[in-house]
């Protein structure tokens, strides 16, 4: 990356030596221990999982432009939608924010040179690409038809390839779980002198709190995917009811972890929320410890909420009372942050960029999701909508709107710090509009859809639900046209984007004490965290009064 | 874990060489060793996360089946679990004494402590691959492989074949467990014997021994549940 010019006009330099060119060669990135560039080859290759589950959507969303078939049979569809779940999920959603961001900003953010065990760092990324290889495999030689739920008996009886599939996920999740292991010990080790636990950033908490749910639940999805193969593969009758196995055992142990899992995807881009918000309105973060406890609030209780996804599975209704009352919990939770959000960006100095996009974005999302959330929790109004495109819009509002917002603006709002250089914040601007309002377009449809009764995973329709499904096909082209927009643009500013600077946007975190891109050790000299990561204002004096 | 870093320290501020043991972005040993120590207690945990799915599938299918999970377990030899429970404990015995052998330099006694766990389980190994092999023998197996009806009372046969399917998944699971904290436990022997460890730098003995302890624990809890009751 020589660059003819390493100073842009206004005096912002960029470094002659950085992480990227600090070695030279193949071998220096796919055996690095440099918790920067592992991130960048989680970005490269959640990214391409996005495109690849993202193309798997648009080909849904094609065939539900007609009734019947449009461009694929029944089969396809239901192959389609399996992968079009285990992709995102488990490859995009679950990985994308802590491989990407908390790898690389973990340790900036708390002053350190990497991660605890930069090995086992390395060695996460290689395991997600081996499972990510054999589910993909699966998928190409037999592709499950089974939903990324896998729910038996079904699972055990569809002569689609399985096995391959949920050895994958056996695999992704052992990745999942070096990765939060490494992020715990990272956290509790690694803290630059000064930095109590509370002057960490959010983003460093809300990974904290996700890093515990993926070391705590992971091993028993990891358990049950490699049961249902064991079954299909020797028929041990575990889950099998013609051997007097408990179906409902399944679900009971697939969503312990994937309920968590929820959490898994949107804590990490509620911290990158926390960063953005406080760094856009430029102003200490209100009520910091309410948002950081509540990250681990979230994480608790969503261990015990698992069970609102079976109120029609033959749940006691004391069960089904409890569970539902636990869910909501988590919707207190969630509404101290929002609320802490708002109440640090009123009266901010709010700079009209395009992280302001997303958190706007996301904070629509997040209410809107939440309070479907809320009501589904409600058993009676549960049944009504079960496997219904209700829930389809509900937990992509929840939990893709959370991800596709979060990620996206940390991309933005780290950019100049991870690449050195700017992106074209008009473009930005446009195309997250483009993203949001495709977002809502695709699927504020689908709610409808799912409330005057469609049922999900349902290959044909009814013609009544004709015009809101071309219309949700519509908005999902807007989605679709604004992360093109943005795979281009960022493309082009790699090489081309104005020089950044180290703290292009003046903020006050320890991330934004070194070069951009930063040196391989993170930092010249070893900061230390004296203030809170979120000095802009002294305690007690009005906004006008800028420290920074 | 990240003990044995081979990158020599490069870090800014350090006006000496670290250890070789030492990982240049750790402050001190002290942290070093917290670092690790942390990391081995959060594996251990997912390890008993891993095993609790089987642990709730027992429970269920125990009140599901309670008279032929209470049959299927008069099957099992008692004998051969209880001299296999008694060899697990003395390896747990022994590999402590070596982590405390290593701890105050006595190289020798480690190697031969490790040594010794390390025969132990082979031991256990052999004791269950006959205990396998008598099982495949008169079709006491999982599943769709079940065919020792007459075993059973008539009551006693119905949920049988789902006693197996649970004590072939735990113990097998178990199994692998033993041969990899073997392996494990194997690979520190031979370094220690290479002089790699000592007072100054024991804690990947004490990581190795660690996880010895709880496959050992595991299998404290798996032998009362299938053997005992």
Redesign the interface.
């Given at each position: 990356m020589a660059q003819s010019n390493d100073v842009s006009a206004d005096g912002a330099k960029y470094p002659a030596v950085h992480y990227m060119n600090a070695d030279a060669g193949i071998k220096s990135w796919f055996l690095t221990?440099d918790h920067k560039r592992i991130a960048l080859m989680y970005l490269v290759l959640t990214t391409l999982a996005f495109i690849v589950g993202g193309l798997f959507a648009m080909a849904l969303r094609i065939e539900h432009l007609t009734p019947d078939r449009t461009i694929m049979g029944a089969n396809t569809y239901n192959r389609m939608f399996t992968l079009h779940g285990v992709v995102m999920i488990f490859l995009f959603m679950i990985p994308a924010v802590p491989g990407v961001f908390g790898n690389f900003l973990l340790p900036l953010m708390l002053g350190?040179?990497?991660v605890?065990?930069?090995?086992?760092n390395l060695l996460s990324v290689y395991v997600y690409a081996a499972g990510a290889a054999l589910a993909l495999y699966g998928m190409a030689s037999g592709g499950a038809d089974a939903g990324w739920t896998f729910y038996v008996p079904y699972s055990l009886s569809t002569p689609a390839a399985l096995a391959p599939v949920l050895f994958g996920i056996f695999i992704l999740g052992f990745s999942s779980?070096l990765t939060g292991?490494?992020f715990?010990?990272t956290v509790?080790?690694?803290r630059a002198p000064g930095m109590t636990w509370m002057k960490m950033p959010l983003f460093v908490w809300a990974i904290y709190a996700t890093s515990i749910i993926q070391?705590?639940?992971?091993?028993?999805i990891?358990?049950?995917a490699v049961?249902v193969g064991?079954?299909r593969i020797?028929?041990?009758?575990?889950f099998?009811p013609s051997?007097?196995?408990?179906p409902v055992?399944f679900q009971?142990?697939f969503w312990f972890y994937s309920h968590p899992a929820v959490y898994i995807m949107v804590l990490p881009t509620m911290g990158v929320i926390s960063e953005l918000v406080t760094g856009t309105a430029r102003k200490n973060m209100f009520g910091y410890k309410a948002i950081a406890l509540s990250s681990l609030g979230i994480a608790f209780v969503g261990f015990f909420a698992w069970g609102h996804h079976m109120f029609v599975s033959g749940q006691s209704a004391l069960d089904a009372g409890s569970f539902a009352f636990i869910s909501m919990l988590v919707g207190v939770f969630t509404a101290i942050k929002v609320f802490n959000w708002v109440g640090t960006m009123y009266r901010g100095s709010i700079a009209i960029r395009t992280p302001l996009i997303y958190i706007c974005g996301f904070l629509f999302f997040i209410v809107f999701g939440g309070m479907t959330g809320i009501a589904l929790a409600t058993v009676s109004l549960d049944i009504h909508w079960h496997d219904t495109y209700f829930v389809v819009a509900h937990f992509h509002f929840i939990m893709v709107g959370a991800v596709i917002m979060g990620w996206l603006g940390a991309i933005h709002f780290w950019f100049p710090k991870m690449f050195g250089r700017m992106y074209h914040e008009g473009w930005g601007m446009v195309s997250a509009a483009f993203i949001v309002l495709g977002f809502n377009a695709t699927f504020i449809p689908q709610f409808l859809l799912g409330n005057a009764g469609q049922p999900r995973r349902y290959y044909m329709y009814d013609e009544r639900y004709w015009a809101l499904n071309v219309a949700s096909t519509a908005g999902s082209t807007l989605l679709a046209f604004g992360v093109l927009m943005i795979l281009i643009y960022l493309g082009y500013a790699l090489k081309n984007g104005a020089i950044a600077g180290d703290n292009p946007w003046d903020l006050a975190g320890l991330e934004w004490k070194t070069t951009s891109p930063p040196p391989k050790?993170n930092f010249?000299?070893?900061p230390t965290a004296e203030e809170d990561p979120y000095t802009y204002q002294k305690k007690g004096e009005t906004v006008e009064h800028v420290v920074i | 874990?990240?003990s044995s870093?081979a990158?020599p320290a490069?870090?800014?501020?350090h006006g000496h060489a670290l250890p070789w043991y030492q990982?240049?972005?750790?402050d001190s040993m002290e942290?070093?060793n917290?670092?690790?120590r942390?990391?081995m207690w959060?594996?251990l945990?997912?390890?008993v996360?891993?095993?609790?799915?089987?642990f709730?599938?027992y429970t269920?299918?125990r009140w599901?089946?309670h008279q032929s999970f209470h049959e299927a377990s008069r099957l099992l030899s008692l004998p051969l679990g209880t001299i296999n429970t008694i060899i697990l404990i003395t390896s747990s015995f022994t590999v402590a004494l070596g982590y405390h052998a290593i701890k105050v330099g006595k190289q020798k006694a480690c190697v031969g402590y490790l040594a010794f766990t390390i025969a132990c389980a082979g031991a256990f190994l052999v004791i269950k691959f006959f205990e396998y092999k008598h099982k495949f023998e008169v079709g006491e197996l999982?599943?769709?492989?079940f065919t020792a009806y007459h075993d059973f009372s008539p009551l006693g046969a119905?949920?049988a074949?789902?006693y197996y399917?649970?004590y072939?998944?735990a113990t097998g699971l178990h199994a692998f467990h033993v041969i990899v904290g073997a392996s494990i436990l194997a690979w520190l022997m031979v370094r220690v014997h290479k002089g790699k460890y000592g007072p100054h730098h024991y804690v990947p003995v004490e990581l190795g021994a660690l996880y010895w302890h709880l496959v050992d624990l595991v299998w404290i809890f798996l032998f009362p549940l299938l053997y005992l009751i």
């Open positions: 221990l350190a040179k990497d605890a065990f930069p090995r086992l779980i292991l490494n715990i010990v509790h080790t690694l070391v705590l639940a992971t091993p028993v990891g358990l049950t049961l064991i079954e020797f028929g041990f009758g575990f099998d051997r007097g196995g408990d055992m009971h142990m050790e010249e000299t070893p | 874990m990240s870093k990158e490069g870090g800014h501020g990982a240049h972005h750790f942290v070093q917290h670092a690790v942390l990391g959060l594996f945990g997912t390890e996360l891993l095993f609790a799915g089987l709730l599938g269920v299918y599901l089946y999982p599943g769709r492989f119905k949920g074949n789902l399917a649970i072939f998944l």
